[in-house]
């Protein structure tokens, strides 16, 4: 599977496995005054701090020499240059070209994708300040005030994610909903409380075919027609895809689309047409910050040095805990509220796009590929699965998210928070020994059998990794450079497993069996082979929902 050079390389990281496992990282730190600056790196207003990770120079040294045998040098230049990477489905991968700001081409076959682009983001600035304005008005003339994102999957966790995050930057008088679940609640929820003269519909699938979207865009037409007729459409609905025709037989106009293309994943689209709720909820220009964010993490990721190189050497380390310590999980924990749903759009991000096992030469991996990914903000969670980071038998490397400075700057609010986060990383790596506890014990006036009773459970193992990230504050730039850092780190990793990072046949089989299910819920077809389980479960939902 690997080149006898890599096979070497790898081998070796083996080996250094081994002796680093006795290591511990609270004695590094300790004999290396210089530790966290050597291992730390800048890119303008974003601080990363990798030195709580289990490496020293010589592991470094070898990661980047297999990254270098894998010859992840060409292959960013190959995404950056429009190549057909993604060649299980023969498409460029170029969601690096929505936010290239440089007046340069970028060619897929021949020709200059840019002009398409920019033409789209001109169509986005004209209908997201019209809305705004109050220019583009519902079909009663009143102003659209609540804008609903109809998707799922990449036509909704990236919008619905960056809208919350970028809250503070909301136009005052206009709300953003996302229906995205096919279970009815999730339309109910959201009509409830919308009037229909000033509500604006975004259809957002790519594909224009997905069930769940159309679904839901069809229930939220109907309720809008049945208050206003039919003649409202048009000025209530709009579409975000690459599939002219269907839009047009959902029954939306062509100028109500905005089109994007096939050479942008659905999990790497909010910075196309997809984004267009963004630049309604926080403006144009800001949508063009956030933009402009992603591309300075782009021109970083394809013009720096492996060693200085953010999203390589995040990708890396996850690689050595991947592949060589066995974790197969990371969490992702921002200490801001405004960035809760951050660890929900990156498990598509990276799940969807690592979590395979076929190889690009068409072979099944002998090695772990993806890991799992899940988080929550910061500092519920300490209180919540936090124990299991601190004590339990996994061990969980992190990556802790924070702004210097709060957009809600009340009180102390914020110093607690920044002093949150750091205690943590601290006591996940530097722990209690047993001695230590003792000795805490011994000081809180405990009898010599309590300490002895209590030291074990008191104590932490420590040695466990994690990586802190610090902005100055949360805003439409910093947020486009950390999105862009998870998709470089991502397409990295992917490029060290040799596996397609751009693909998702994984989600194709459930989908298929539901359609041969549907009609047997719903009546008009008996007697289909299932296993047991799933034939009694069927036979059991009819009888109670009867
Ligand atoms: C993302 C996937 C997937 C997709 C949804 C919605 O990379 O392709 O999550 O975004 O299935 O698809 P449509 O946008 O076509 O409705």
Redesign the pocket.
């Known amino acids: 599977m690997f080149t006898k050079k890599e096979d070497k390389t790898w081998r070796h990281l083996q080996h250094l496995q081994d002796k680093f496992a006795k290591i511990r990282l609270r004695d590094l730190f300790a004999g290396d005054p210089l530790r966290a600056e050597k291992y730390s790196l800048q890119l303008e207003n974003m601080h990363v701090d990798y030195s709580k990770n289990l490496i020293n120079d010589e592991i470094m040294r070898h990661l980047f020499a297999l990254a270098r045998e894998r010859g992840l040098e060409d292959k960013i230049k190959a995404m950056f240059d429009g190549k057909k990477i993604n060649q299980t489905e023969n498409r460029a991968v170029l969601h690096i070209a929505l936010r290239h700001r440089q007046k340069t081409p970028i060619y897929v076959d021949g020709r200059d994708v840019m002009p398409q682009i920019n033409t789209v983001l001109e169509k986005i600035r004209d209908f997201s300040e019209a809305v705004r304005l109050g220019r583009f008005t519902g079909y009663t003339g009143k102003k659209l005030t609540d804008i609903v994102n109809i998707?799922?999957?990449?036509?909704?966790?990236g919008p619905f994610m960056a809208c919350e995050a970028l809250k503070p930057y909301w136009a005052k008088d206009i709300h953003c909903h996302f229906i995205s679940n096919i279970d009815g609640t999730a339309c109910a929820e959201v009509l409830n409380k919308l009037n229909p003269e000033t509500t604006l519909f975004i259809v957002?699938?790519?594909?224009?075919?997905?069930i769940?979207?159309l679904t839901n865009a069809k229930t939220c037409r109907h309720w809008l027609t049945e208050a206003l007729g039919e003649h409202a459409v048009a000025k209530h609905f709009v579409a975000l895809?690459t599939n002219k025709a269907e839009v047009e037989k959902f029954g939306i106009n062509a100028e109500n689309m905005f089109e994007f293309w096939d050479f942008v994943?659905?999990?790497?689209?909010m910075w196309s047409a997809?984004g267009l709720i963004i630049a309604i909820a926080i403006g144009y220009k800001n949508f063009e910050r956030l933009l402009e964010g992603a591309n300075a993490m782009d021109e970083h990721f394809a013009n720096t040095p492996l060693e200085q190189n953010i999203p390589v050497v995040l990708a890396l380390i996850g690689i050595w805990y991947n592949n060589f310590y066995n974790i197969h999980r990371y969490a992702v924990i921002p200490y801001d509220q405004y960035l809760q749903y951050l660890p929900a759009y990156l498990q598509?991000l990276d799940m969807?796009?690592n979590g395979k096992s076929v190889t690009l030469d068409n072979k099944f991996v002998n090695y772990a590929t993806g890991p799992v990914l899940f988080g929550g903000a910061g500092t519920n969670v300490q209180h919540s699965f936090f124990q299991l980071l601190h004590q339990g038998t996994e061990i969980v490397p992190i990556d802790f998210i924070i702004p210097a400075i709060s957009h809600n700057e009340i009180g102390n609010h914020h110093q607690i928070l920044l002093s949150n986060i750091l205690a943590q990383g601290e006591a996940l790596m530097h722990g209690k020994t047993e001695e230590e506890a003792a000795l805490e014990l011994e000081k809180a006036g405990k009898s010599k059998t309590e300490i002895a009773r209590l030291k074990k459970y008191k104590s932490f193992s420590g040695n466990r990794p994690s990586t802190t990230i610090i902005f100055k504050k949360i805003d439409p730039y910093a947020l486009g450079q950390l999105v862009a850092m998870y998709e470089h780190k991502v397409f990295t990793q992917g490029i060290i497993w040799n596996i397609n990072s751009f693909d998702?046949f994984g989600?194709e089989l459930g989908k298929q069996l539901a359609l041969n299910i549907l009609p047997e819920i719903e009546g008009t077809a008996f007697g289909v082979e299932h296993d047991s389980s799933t034939a009694a479960l069927i036979n059991y939902i009819k009888k109670i929902r009867k």
Request: net charge negative.
């Open positions: 998707g799922i999957g990449g036509s909704d966790l957002a699938s790519k594909t224009f075919t997905t769940e979207t895809s994943g659905g999990r790497y689209s997809i598509q969807e796009s998702q989600v």
